[in-house]
T-cell receptor, first 110, second 116 residues
C-alpha cells in the first residue's frame, strides 16, 4: 500500500495557468508538508499543516495556496504559474519520528 | 544560518567498501531528530534512518548506521559494504521541537557514486 501518494507525477503547463497537485497519506499522521526541490536538488519547506491547521508558511508567494480538507489530505493550488515555479514538489507526512515522502510531482512551466 | 551542513557535494567509492557521508547540524534545542534520506535518479525520497537526540545508542538499519556524536553536533551516515544500487543523492535532515516542530530542514545533499 502506498503511504504518501501524489497526483499528477508530471505536470507541464503554460505560464499564467492555474494548476493543482493532490496529496494523500494513509499513515494516520498528524503533520503534512509541501517541499520544493529546485534544479540544484535543494529541498526547501513551503508549508506545514498539523491536523488540518496551517503551522508553517515559509514566505511562499500567495499564488501558492495549500488546502487540507482533512488530516489525510494536503493539496497545493498554484495560480498564475511562472517559469521559476518549475521544480519537483514533494508532499510528506510525519509523526514524532520518521518523515515519509510522496513520489514527487515534476512541474514544468513553459 | 545554515542549520544542516553536508560538506561533500560528491563522493566516489569502490563497490563493497564502506562509506561515510558527513553531516553536521546546528541547534540550541535539546530535543531534536536527525534523518537521512536517499534520492536515486528516479527521484523518490527514501527514508533510511532516524536518530533522536535523547537516544542512547546509535541508530542502525541494515547496512546503514548513524554515527551520532552529540557534543560535536555531527550525524554521519555510514553505509557498510556498498553496492552499485547505493549510487544516489543522500540528504541529512533535522527536525527541532517546540515552535519549529513542524519543520524538517535539509542539507544540500551528497551525490554518492559507487564504482564497480
Amino acid at each position: 500500500d502506498t503511504a504518501v501518494s501524489q497526483t499528477p507525477k508530471y505536470l507541464v503547463t503554460q505560464m499564467g495557468n492555474d494548476k493543482s497537485i493532490k496529496c494523500e497519506q494513509n499513515l494516520g499522521h498528524d503533520t503534512m508538508y509541501w517541499y520544493k526541490q529546485d534544479s540544484k536538488k535543494f529541498l526547501k519547506i513551503m508549508f506545514s499543516y498539523n491536523n488540518k491547521e496551517l503551522i508553517i508558511n515559509e514566505t511562499v508567494p500567495n499564488r501558492f495556496s495549500p488546502k487540507s480538507p482533512d488530516k489525510a489530505h494536503l493539496n497545493l493550488h498554484i495560480n498564475s504559474l511562472e517559469l521559476g515555479d518549475s521544480a519537483v514538489y514533494f508532499c510528506a507526512s510525519s509523526q514524532l519520528g520518521r518523515g515519509f515522502f510522496g513520489p514527487g510531482t515534476r512541474l514544468t512551466v513553459l | 544560518a545554515q542549520k544542516i551542513t553536508q560538506t561533500q557535494p560528491g563522493m566516489f567509492v569502490q563497490e563493497k567498501e564502506a562509506v561515510t557521508l558527513d553531516c553536521t547540524y546546528d541547534t540550541s534545542d535539546p530535543s531534536y531528530g536527525l534523518f537521512w534520506y536517499k534520492q536515486p535518479s528516479s527521484g523518490e525520497m527514501i527514508f533510511l534512518i532516524y536518530q533522536g537526540s535523547y537516544d542512547q545508542q546509535n541508530a542502525t538499519e541494515g547496512r546503514y548506521s548513524l554515527n551520532f556524536q552529540k557534543a560535536r553536533k555531527s550525524a554521519n551516515l555510514v553505509i557498510s559494504a556498498s553496492q552499485l544500487g547505493d549510487s544516489a543523492m543522500y540528504f541529512c535532515a533535522m527536525r527541532e521541537s517546540g515552535s519549529s516542530a513542524s519543520k524538517i530542514i535539509f542539507g544540500s545533499g551528497t551525490r554518492l557514486s559507487i564504482r564497480p
